[in-house]
């Protein structure tokens, strides 16, 4: 009888964890870098590439091919985004205000940025838990920034790029056409 109510207890606290775990990556509640409320609803039916970065630190230049990236393809369904981590040696120490006018004055971003957020760690933000959490595909705090997280039209992730794989690099421009290849 005491396994019966144990099992049954167990069983109600994952049902509990699974109805506030969110659906999909469209549903976890994320700002944007003014401080608004948003999700990732906005890109429904569109490729993302979901990235972590950061302003001072040595792969920064990263934003150009980032850039360049969402120009080449934004046409084709491909949407660029950034959140900004202060995970790794204080490479991103400043306001969210400050991050947006680094980014657009130096690097003359036009891709979506957001909030600053946790990447690893106990205080992982929801994005990043689904993105590298246990039940990803490809498991594993982020290493470092730059992180790339690519995602289909349809929500699923398909790859994940390490933070030293560039955003021109071959692997990533060819996995980029291919998801927005497939309907």
């Known amino acids: 009888m005491k396994l019966l109510t144990l099992a049954s207890t167990l069983l109600a606290a994952a049902a509990l964890c699974a109805a506030d775990a969110p659906k999909s990556l469209y549903d976890i509640p994320l ?12 890109y429904q039916g569109k490729v993302m ?16 091919q980032l850039e360049a990236l969402n120009q080449e393809f934004q046409k084709d369904g491909l949407a660029v985004l950034g959140f900004p981590c202060n995970d790794f040696k204080n490479q991103e120490p400043g306001t969210n205000d400050e991050i947006k006018e680094f980014c657009s004055v ?3 971003v036009t891709f979506p940025m957001f909030d600053k957020v946790v990447v690893k760690g106990e205080d992982k ?3 990043y838990q689904v993105l590298s959490g246990p039940q990803s595909p ?22 994940r ?9 071959p692997e990533v421009v060819d996995a980029i ?6 309907k």
């Open 31 to 42: 700002k944007n870098i003014d401080g608004k409320d948003t999700s990732l609803k906005d």
């Open 49 to 64: 590439l979901i990235v972590n970065v950061a302003s001072k630190c040595g792969k920064t230049p990263q934003y150009t």
């Open 106 to 108: 130096k690097y003359k």
């Open 125 to 127: 933000h929801p994005l």
């Open 138 to 159: 490809y498991p594993g705090d982020v290493k470092w920034n730059f992180g790339k997280f690519l995602v289909s039209r349809d929500g699923k992730i398909l790859k």
């Open 161 to 169: 790029f390490e933070p030293g794989v560039k955003p021109d690099a």
């Open 177 to 182: 056409k291919a998801a927005l290849a497939a």
